[in-house]
């Protein structure tokens, strides 16, 4: 564990060096965020003018729902994403070789190359949001869920890491993979609604098929709701599953994959 943290080290300084060569593109890059991130904020205002909840959600809940839907989405952005969305890219070409080639884990080097510091000023407004909202709140918030508030976004960032890392593996088997990123972003902002407006089928399938109504969800209803034991080791036992399945997936491809040469 000790050499991989050093290796990870130095591969965290060379992406922040490799960033600060392009200031403007970092600058402007924080510009794009922030004000997306201000259209969902002024989205929730303007759809609480008509309506006063949204299934048992108030206002300032739905806003916590949201600032930790960005919170979990901008970890996973700055740690894993940019590597991930590069897989694809990395078999087409045969580069992947070279990761095969170090003497460490090539799920861990596809998975840490790189890291967009960017998106950590980003946690750092969607973090601000959170806390405007807590103020907010009529409740007392639960102190065994602060506590365990972090955790809970660290599983929410897993599964999207397990969820895209098999949606990209499949480009072992197919000719191009890329597309598939646009289509789960798309997918992707599903987490940032509440779980109660949603029936039927859809529910069931994004609570536990496609589990995006977990990973902010239960975070954020965890804080001012206290901690619902049932969606928490939901959460845990589908992160576990999803984890050491996109694992296989990811080893089944590299036994398929040929390599440069062949």
């Not at 990870?8 to 924080?30: C, D, H, P, Q, T």
């Not at 999207?160 to 191009?176: D, E, I, K, N, Q």
């Not at 509440?194 to 990973?215: M, Q, S, V, Y």
Request: glycine share 8%; with cysteine; charged share 10%.
């Amino acid at each position: 564990m000790r050499r991989y943290f050093e290796i990870y080290g130095i591969m965290l300084r060379n992406s922040v060096i490799r960033e600060m060569n392009f200031k403007a593109n970092f600058l402007l890059w924080m510009a794009v965020e922030f004000l997306w991130f201000l259209g969902q904020i002024l989205f929730i205002e303007v759809l609480f003018q008509y309506v006063d909840r949204i299934g048992d959600w108030t206002k300032w809940e739905v806003v916590l729902l949201m600032g930790t839907h960005q919170l979990i989405g901008q970890i996973f952005q700055a740690f894993f994403y940019l590597n991930i969305a590069n897989l694809p890219e990395l078999v087409r070409t045969g580069k992947l070789d070279f990761f095969l080639a170090q003497p460490a884990s090539p799920q861990f080097l596809v998975s840490t190359r790189k890291f967009e510091p960017g998106s950590v000023v980003s946690c750092g407004v969607a973090i601000i949001v959170c806390l405007v909202a807590i103020a907010h709140l009529p409740t007392r918030l639960s102190w065994l869920g602060l506590a365990i508030y972090p955790a809970l976004v660290g599983l929410g960032v897993l599964i999207h890491y397990a969820m895209m890392l098999m949606l990209m593996s499949l480009s072992f088997w197919m000719t191009r993979a890329q597309g598939f990123i646009n289509a789960y972003y798309s997918i992707f902002q599903i987490s940032r609604l509440p779980r109660e407006a949603f029936f039927g089928f859809t529910k069931l399938l994004f609570t536990w098929a496609i589990p995006l109504l977990l990973i902010a969800n239960v975070p954020a209803r965890t804080l001012f709701a206290g901690v619902q034991w049932g969606d928490l080791f939901g959460l845990l036992a589908v992160t576990v599953v999803l984890c050491g399945l996109s694992r296989q997936v990811f080893q089944a491809g590299l036994r398929r994959y040929g390599s440069a040469s062949s």
